[in-house]
């Protein structure tokens, strides 16, 4: 059997069971069956990226976002794949020349998951807790909120952090509750941080479906199992990010939320130590095209948000 389409995406376990997920919605949606058939017919490449290689510093120190998709788009340009399967908050806002996101799938739960021994929320943590994450943003909410917390560099993929902490050698992380979902281990997490203590990364959740710009075929036959609730959101948390410059550099956060056409948005930005922030909220309704309505609404808060920070870009890193 030939291909139907070919997808690639990084090798770690979360990027492979994103993959697998995909294959399931495409297979579904063109009555293609279960098992050998799915895997023939939408095969999956791993691809080893330099965000991958990289597991003892932060990725700021190493270039920042990209790192996690300039081998998987390199493929898709070469023709060696048709589909590049992507974690969204690790998009860079910029597509490369001749490379283009066919859509979204639908999104999974965007909150933050605690992981910790001792605890199920962050005042539960003892004073002191050593908390790892590689996550500025992360970095920045935690120290704002628990200033006596100490937060170190934790790295690696999903299954070497609870790893780090099942054998103490930190007292909590955070992990998305999106991939902890996709990889059948909700049940790792002691608790679930509401976004209106945690605001999520922007795309938190959101699995994105990478095509070249003019393969028409592949777009015809993504379409079906595409989001476009989840199209909305994003284009209004990508449109906040753009318009901040937004980087691994960057300590922000942002969240669209759908309830009867009414867009909600919720926007922050912080300074790496948690000592600042500035935050945004506002609500619009949804009208002829609500994709670029949403992502209206968020670019003018974005630039909004930036001219109360100041010029001096006090909130990177």
């Known amino acids: 059997m030939q291909p139907i389409l070919k997808l690639g995406s990084r090798g770690s376990p979360?990027?492979?069971?994103?993959?697998?997920?995909?294959?399931?919605?495409?297979?579904v949606n063109l009555g293609v069956g279960a098992g050998d058939e799915a895997r023939c017919a939408f095969p999956v490449t791993r691809i080893t990226t330099t965000g991958d290689r990289i597991t003892d510093r932060r990725l700021i120190e190493a270039g920042g976002k990209g790192l996690f998709t300039k081998e998987v788009e390199q493929a898709l340009l070469d023709g060696d794949i048709d589909v590049a399967v992507h974690s969204m908050k690790d998009m860079p806002v910029q597509?490369?020349?001749?490379?283009k996101l066919a859509g979204y799938l639908p999104r999974e739960d965007p909150r933050e998951a605690l992981i910790a021994n001792i605890a199920k929320t962050l005042a539960d943590l003892p004073k002191g807790a050593r908390i790892g994450t590689a996550s500025l943003r992360r970095q920045a909410q935690v120290q704002m909120i628990r200033p006596d917390c100490v937060v170190e560099t934790l790295r690696g993929n999903v299954g070497t952090r609870l790893e780090k902490i099942a054998h103490g050698e930190f007292d909590a992380t955070f992990l998305a509750l999106a991939g902890l979902k996709r990889l059948g281990l909700a049940y790792k997490a002691s608790g679930i941080i509401d976004t209106n203590i945690m605001l999520p990364a922007p795309a938190q959740g959101a699995i994105g479906?990478?095509?070249?710009?003019?393969?028409?075929?592949?777009?015809?036959?993504?379409?079906?199992?595409?989001?476009?609730?989840?199209?909305?959101?994003?284009?209004?948390?990508?449109?906040?990010?753009?318009?901040?410059?937004?980087?691994?550099?960057?300590?922000?956060?942002?969240?669209?939320?759908?309830?009867?056409n009414i867009l909600r948005f919720r926007g922050a930005i912080y300074t790496p130590d948690g000592a600042k922030n500035w935050t945004c909220e506002q609500q619009a309704e949804l009208g002829h095209d609500p994709v670029q309505e949403a992502a209206h609404l968020g670019k003018t808060l974005g630039l909004?948000?930036?001219?109360?920070?100041?010029?001096?870009?006090?909130?990177q890193a």
Do not use: H, M, Y
């Not at 979360?14 to 297979?27: E, F, G």
């Not at 597509?95 to 490379?99: A, F, S, V, W």
């Not at 989840?230 to 942002?254: K, N, Q, V, W, Y």
């Open 209 to 260: 479906l990478q095509i070249r710009n003019d393969d028409d075929r592949a777009q015809t036959l993504l379409d079906p199992v595409l989001c476009n609730e989840t199209a909305i959101r994003l284009a209004a948390e990508r449109a906040f990010l753009a318009a901040l410059d937004g980087s691994c550099r960057t300590p922000i956060a942002a969240l669209g939320e759908i309830n009867n």
């Open 304 to 315: 909004q948000i930036a001219a109360k920070a100041g010029n001096e870009k006090r909130w």
């Open 95 to 99: 597509q490369p020349d001749g490379l």
């Open 14 to 27: 979360l990027a492979l069971a994103q993959s697998r997920l995909t294959r399931q919605l495409l297979a």
